[in-house]
């Protein structure tokens, strides 16, 4: 069994950090929140004293950070960085969604200190995350790819190598684009059944036996009452907050514009949830959405 460092123990990170405890790995779990580590310690964890205290000895460290600038930071550029205490033997698993500019950078800058670093961002939500089935998109060589894996095997249930060094957070920009235009596209048809006086779990049902059948409609219905043990059905507490979805949309949008893709229907997505944040939502999760059609 391996020593891990987990840095982020919030929505997604406390519970993976959990997994590898349940699978018998010596986990050295730090957060900011003291209640969030007390969470994992109480499943068997350690508590750092410091995300210095956290990689020292780690063979693996796994961080779950908001942004790029986190990443950067307390890797690289802080006033402490990681990159000077964490082992050359030790491979980091950044699982944070950030822009791949960023995540190539801080890969680059590992390498020439004699460090392994690599992205693999996840997809699956808090429920994918407790059940050890996210979805991991891995940017890194093979090497660092095959080493990896048992770790990750741990945590999720279909682990991708999507290529080298930052194709991790590209395999995540699109997904969440996609899942964003599914989202309001489902939101879009279920809300104009409703108003023409079907019974959204009939519609549903329909649609899920027919060709507009998505995931949205089969695991995560986002309206009340349909499907439990999903947010909708919980005042939308919980999943992939408003607030995230428009973030990922950004990182979208920025690759977008760096590669000259086109994305119309990215777009009308992100303005939609821009408009759904605005609207004092952020905090909800991100299939709320349709409460922006119910009030137009």
Not at 78 to 107: C, E, N, R, W, Y
Request: hydrophobic fraction near 45%.
């Amino acid at each position: 069994m391996a020593t891990i460092g987990f840095i982020g123990l919030g929505n997604m990170g406390g519970p993976m950090a959990i997994n590898l405890v349940k699978a018998g790995h010596n986990v050295k779990a730090f957060d900011l929140s003291q209640a969030a580590m007390d969470t994992v310690v109480a499943e068997g964890g350690n508590a750092a004293a410091s995300a210095a205290d956290a990689v020292t000895g780690a063979d693996f460290v796994v961080s779950m950070l908001p942004a790029g600038k986190h990443v950067q930071g307390l890797f690289q550029t802080g006033d402490a960085p990681l990159f000077d205490l964490i082992s050359k033997d030790a491979l980091i698993i950044d699982s944070s969604t950030i822009d791949a500019a960023t995540a190539q950078s801080v890969s680059a800058a590992a390498a020439e200190r004699g460090l392994s670093f690599i992205d693999a961002p996840v997809s699956g939500g808090v429920g994918g995350a407790v059940a050890g089935t996210l979805a991991f998109m891995v940017g890194a060589t093979d090497e660092q790819f095959a080493k990896a894996k048992p770790i990750l095997d741990v945590m999720g249930k279909n682990i991708f190598h999507a290529g080298q060094s930052g194709a991790g957070q590209i395999a995540k920009a699109c997904n969440n684009m996609l899942l964003s235009i599914l989202m309001t596209g489902t939101c879009e048809a279920l809300n104009m059944g409703m108003k023409n006086g079907l019974d959204p779990a009939v519609l549903s049902e329909i649609m899920k036996q027919s060709s507009g059948g998505n995931w949205a409609l089969n695991v995560y219905n986002p309206v009340p009452g349909v499907m439990e043990g999903v947010p909708s059905s919980n005042d939308y507490q919980g999943g992939f907050q408003v607030d995230l979805m428009y973030k990922d949309l950004g990182l979208a949008m920025d690759l977008s514009q760096q590669s000259a893709s086109s994305v119309p229907m990215g777009s009308a997505a992100r303005s939609l949830f821009s408009l759904h944040k605005a609207k004092g939502n952020g905090g909800l999760d991100f299939s709320s959405v349709i409460k922006l059609y119910q009030d137009q």
